[in-house]
T-cell receptor, first 109, second 114 residues
Framework: QKEVEQDPGPLSVPEGAIVSLNCTYS??????FMWYRQYSRKGPELLMY????GNKEDGRFTAQVDKSSKYISLFIRDSQPSDSATYLC?????????FGSGTRLQVQP | SAVISQKPSRDICQRGTSLTIQCQVD?????MFWYRQQPGQSLTLIAT?????????ESGFVIDKFPISRPNLTFSTLTVSNMSPEDSSIYLC???????????FGPGTRLTVT
C-alpha cells in the first residue's frame, strides 16, 4: 500500500464548477500536508499548506485535513480553464514530503 | 517562498554517460532534497542533500548511481551516473525554508537517455 493514495483522474469539469480533489494517507506520523499544482513541463507550485486537522482557505482554494480518517481534500471554487493542471497532495512528519500520484484536472470553457 | 533555479533545464544524453544537475537557491535554506518524476508518475524522493556530509538516500537509490554534493546552504548538485534509458525522467530540486516544513520546488531538469 502506498503511503499516499490519490485518484489519478482525469477529472473534467465545466468552467465555474466546484472541484473536489481528495487523498488518503496511511502514515500516522504525518502532521503537515500540502497541495501542489503542476502545469505540463513545469515544476510543482505550492498551493496550500496545512498543519494537523482543520480547514484553510486562500482565495478560491480550501484545504481540509481530517486526521481521524486520514483524509485530505482540496476544493476549488469557481474553477477556471487556467486551473487545468495536475494536482499533487503530499504529507510529512518532519521530513521530505511523500506524494500521491497526482490528479489531472481539466476545466472546460 | 523560495526562488530555485536548475541547470540544465533539459538534456539528451547517451547511454553510459553521466550528467550533473545544479540547483541554486536565492537564499539560505535548511534542507535540500532531490526528487525524480518519471513520465506520467508522481514524485519519488531520491535523497536528502546534507551540507558538509554525505547525502541520505532513500530505499532503491545508491550513492554510486546518484552522487550528491551540497557545499553550502544555497547550492547542491545531483549526478546521474552511467545512464540508461530507464533514467529518463524529470529531476527536481526541492527545499525547506525555515522551520515551517513548507517545501518548494525548482523547475526541474528533463533528462532523456538514448
Amino acid at each position: 500500500q502506498k503511503e499516499v493514495e490519490q485518484d489519478p483522474g482525469p477529472l473534467s469539469v465545466p468552467e465555474g464548477a466546484i472541484v473536489s480533489l481528495n487523498c488518503t494517507y496511511s502514515n500516522s506520523a504525518f502532521q503537515y500536508f500540502m497541495w501542489y499544482r503542476q502545469y505540463s513541463r513545469k515544476g510543482p507550485e505550492l498551493l496550500m499548506y496545512t498543519y494537523s486537522s482543520g480547514n484553510k482557505e486562500d482565495g478560491r482554494f480550501t484545504a481540509q485535513v481530517d486526521k481521524s480518517s486520514k483524509y485530505i481534500s482540496l476544493f476549488i471554487r469557481d474553477s477556471q480553464p487556467s486551473d487545468s493542471a495536475t494536482y499533487l497532495c503530499g504529507g510529512t512528519g518532519r521530513r521530505a514530503l511523500t506524494f500521491g500520484s497526482g490528479t489531472r484536472l481539466q476545466v472546460q470553457p | 517562498s523560495a526562488v530555485i533555479s536548475q541547470k540544465p533545464s533539459r538534456d539528451i544524453c547517451q547511454r553510459g554517460t553521466s550528467l550533473t544537475i545544479q540547483c541554486q537557491v536565492d537564499s539560505q535554506v535548511t534542507m535540500m532534497f532531490w526528487y525524480r518524476q518519471q513520465p506520467g508518475q508522481s514524485l519519488t524522493l531520491i535523497a536528502t542533500a546534507n551540507q558538509g556530509s554525505e547525502a541520505t538516500y532513500e530505499s532503491g537509490f545508491v550513492i554510486d548511481k546518484f552522487p550528491i554534493s551540497r557545499p553550502n546552504l544555497t547550492f547542491s548538485t545531483l549526478t546521474v551516473s552511467n545512464m540508461s534509458p530507464e533514467d529518463s525522467s524529470i529531476y527536481l530540486c526541492s527545499v525547506w525554508r525555515g522551520s515551517s516544513y513548507e517545501q518548494y520546488f525548482g523547475p526541474g531538469t528533463r533528462l532523456t537517455v538514448t
